[in-house]
């Protein structure tokens, strides 16, 4: 799907949504274009918005990318390219000149946070490492002319495999031969606030491990007590691999005596599908990894050696790259096709993910609001949003009284009831207010009051939805046949 053209119902229903938490841990997606049929950036950033992702990964630092992104709120880790490595790294000048031309330029209405300096560059060209710490330094120091340091870290992702035996993560240290190299790039992460980038992959230890580690592991998924993987040193239990990759990592940092440099997975993911020999890559199981993922990454809590510090991820990828080499998984990492379809269905079970039992809040709409933007708002949250609006059609509890006011405070309240613990606001422009008071009246039960079918009640912890008013209505004049098209397009939402 085209996005702003068509106007189609919403077509990435079964999506999910990524957001900021609490904790200030995150999930992010990694951006990668090798597509033939990539949509153009306006087209991927409505994309974004809609699933109100709030980090993204460029391999590059594509201009139309990050013209396209500028306001959208939604923060961006530019790349170096592994090609750009070498002049960056050899010359202040090239680092000053990439900084004003792919970074300083779109500063502050593109909020870029990070640079990547190359991808895995001390595994897949070790003989670079060098030159990939002059780099850095030059980037930063261009930095630092610009007056730009303190708003955008520089760091460089590097492959789990610049860990030479990561279990158990208590005795993780790094690849001995990169010993000097990575001793430098801890040190520039020190002193200059940065995190360490790690790209891990647990399809890629579940297959590497032949049969050592049970598939569950590598899914986050629970198990049985016999087949817990414990840690013979620290006795910690690690429920998940990558939980143990994290703490790898951090137990390698530490083993060349640094500490309180954070880790940031900038890469992880499982492929939906692959050749006869890849029997692992199935949507099922990527379903599974992608929605665990990022219900352990909203936990908040860090892997078991280092449970204080929150593990933000990005995953890989945005879209199935079908211009990629190498085996078919390769091409089917991606959780959309360029049309906007889901690759396979994310869980949205809200209730799932939070029992959480804080005092009952409904959000409702302002009754001062401005009445054109209540109408977006209504039509966003029972389109895109995805709130069951059946109660307000004709002849349903919460129909009367008939006023876009009344209607927009049954659908802001549904929708957040529903998307609250995943990092749903009650903003609405503006327009949405919470409130303690159950606005039930009469038959008309709202979301969320005790009788209602969503009785769970999610934590509050609000964070705007930065641009929800696109989609599937917003062209659509007049109150009433938006109605009919709810009915039309409901199924689809609910499907
Ligand atoms: C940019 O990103 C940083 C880090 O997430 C955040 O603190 C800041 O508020 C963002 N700035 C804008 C203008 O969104
Ligand atoms: C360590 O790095 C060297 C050089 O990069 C490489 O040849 C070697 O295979 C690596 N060792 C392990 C165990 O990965
Ligand atoms: C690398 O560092 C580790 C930890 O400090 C040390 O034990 C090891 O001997 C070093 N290896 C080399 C080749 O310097
Ligand atoms: C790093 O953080 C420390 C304290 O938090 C601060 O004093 C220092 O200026 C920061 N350095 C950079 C380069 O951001
Ligand atoms: C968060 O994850 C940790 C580690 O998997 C787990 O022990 C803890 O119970 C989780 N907390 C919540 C609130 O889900
Ligand atoms: C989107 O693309 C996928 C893969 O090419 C295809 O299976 C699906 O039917 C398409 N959906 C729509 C609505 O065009
Ligand atoms: C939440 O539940 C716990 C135990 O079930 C209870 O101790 C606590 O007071 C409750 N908090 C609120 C805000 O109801
Ligand atoms: C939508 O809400 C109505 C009641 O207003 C309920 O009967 C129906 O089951 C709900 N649909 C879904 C899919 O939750
Ligand atoms: C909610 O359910 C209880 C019993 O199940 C009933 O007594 C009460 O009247 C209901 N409240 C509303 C507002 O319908």
């Known amino acids: 799907m085209r996005l702003g053209k068509g106007?189609?119902?919403?077509?990435?229903l079964l999506l999910f949504m990524l957001f900021h938490v609490t904790f200030g841990a995150y999930v992010g997606i990694n951006i990668g274009?090798?597509?033939?049929?990539?949509?153009?950036?306006?087209?991927?950033?409505?994309?974004?918005?809609?699933?109100?992702i709030t980090h993204v990964r460029l391999y590059d630092a594509d201009l139309h990318m990050l013209k396209a992104l500028s306001n959208s709120g939604i923060d961006v880790i530019v790349g170096v390219t592994n090609e750009e490595v070498l002049g960056i790294g050899l010359s202040p000048s090239t680092a000053a000149a990439w900084i004003s031309?792919?970074?300083?330029a779109y500063l502050p209405s593109t909020n870029i946070t990070y640079i990547a300096v190359g991808s895995e560059v001390l595994t897949s060209i070790p003989n670079a490492g060098r030159v990939l710490i002059y780099a850095m330094n030059n980037l930063h120091k261009a930095l630092v002319a610009s007056n730009l340091n303190f708003q955008v870290k520089v760091s460089a992702p590097q492959s789990m495999n610049l860990i030479t035996k990561a279990f158990p993560p208590s005795t993780a240290t790094f690849n001995s031969s990169s010993n000097s190299t990575i001793y430098q790039l801890l040190q520039f992460l020190k002193n200059t606030n940065s995190s360490y980038m790690l790209n891990a992959y647990p399809y890629h230890g579940f297959i590497e491990g032949n049969g050592i580690f049970p598939l569950d592991y590598s899914l986050f998924q629970p198990l049985p007590?016999?087949?817990?993987?414990v840690d013979p040193n620290t006795l910690f239990h690690y429920n998940s691999m990558l939980d143990a990759m994290v703490d790898a990592t951090y137990y390698s940092i530490g083993a060349l005596s640094f500490s309180g440099i954070p880790v940031m997975v900038t890469e992880t993911g499982w492929p939906s599908s692959g050749g006869v020999n890849e029997p692992d890559a199935t949507a099922e199981n990527a379903q599974a990894f992608n929605d665990n993922l990022i219900r352990r990454v909203l936990n908040g809590t860090g892997p078991p050696g280092h449970s204080e510090l929150p593990v933000s991820a990005y995953i890989y990828e945005l879209f199935n790259e079908d211009k990629r080499s190498g085996p078919v998984s390769e091409k089917n990492w991606g959780v959309l096709f360029t049309n906007g379809t889901a690759v396979y269905p994310l869980s949205l079970s809200a209730s799932d993910r939070n029992t959480a039992n804080s005092t009952s809040a409904f959000c409702v709409a302002k009754q001062d609001a401005d009445p054109d933007k209540l109408l977006t708002g209504l039509n966003w949250a029972c389109g895109q949003g995805q709130a069951n609006c059946s109660a307000v059609q004709q002849g349903q509890p919460c129909y009367m009284p008939n006023s876009v006011t009344n209607h927009a405070s049954y659908a802001y309240?549904?929708?957040?009831?529903?998307?609250h613990s995943l990092g749903g606001t009650c903003d609405f422009q503006g327009t949405a207010t919470l409130t303690t008071l159950n606005p039930s009246y009469g038959s008309c039960l709202f979301t969320g009051s005790s009788n209602s079918s969503l009785g769970v009640l999610l934590s509050p912890s609000a964070l705007a939805p930065s641009n929800p008013m696109s989609g599937c209505f917003s062209i659509i004049p007049g109150y009433k046949l938006q109605f009919i098209l709810w009915v039309i397009c409901l199924p689809l939402v609910l499907l």
């Open 7 to 12: 106007k189609k119902c919403p077509v990435f």
């Open 33 to 52: 274009t090798d597509v033939s049929d990539l949509p153009s950036a306006s087209d991927i950033v409505s994309i974004l918005q809609t699933h109100e």
């Open 101 to 104: 031309k792919n970074v300083a």
């Open 225 to 229: 007590p016999v087949k817990q993987i």
């Open 413 to 419: 309240n549904d929708y957040y009831q529903r998307m």
